[in-house]
């Protein structure tokens, strides 16, 4: 999220009955990168079965200065080092895809989004 941006989610797990030894894992991580934003994130598991494994969670936060400054004193700008944890957050959504070829073609895209081609 940038400066004002809002960002709202209900992540929805649901174990119906007869489903037993099911698994619902979630775990939604919110990236803020400036200020004023606005943040609400709803785990809802729905489990009407007791012989189950689920849980949720959840963190919501800036990046870490620490990694900021190790990244920018080996030579990546602000927004390179911004763009490099970013992609640490969108990596594991995008391995997902089982389509190779789309797989790489969205890495790239969200690579030159979060600017990691380019120089400041």
């Known amino acids: 999220l940038f400066d004002y941006g809002q ?11 007869g489903c037993f030894d099911a698994q619902s894992h979630q775990a939604t991580r919110v990236l803020t990168l400036g200020q004023g934003h606005k943040t609400k994130v709803i785990p809802l598991l729905l489990i009407d079965e007791n012989d189950v494994k689920a849980s949720h969670a959840l963190t919501i936060g800036q990046p870490d200065a620490d990694q900021l400054y190790y990244l920018q004193s080996r030579g990546l700008s602000t927004k390179q080092a911004v763009g490099l944890l970013s992609v640490g957050y969108f990596l594991p959504v995008i391995d997902l ?24």
């Open 7 to 17: 960002y709202q989610m209900v992540a929805n797990g649901n174990i119906k009955k």
């Open 97 to 120: 895809v089982e389509d190779e070829e789309l797989k790489e073609s969205l890495r790239q895209e969200m690579e030159s989004k979060v600017g990691l081609y380019g120089h400041q």
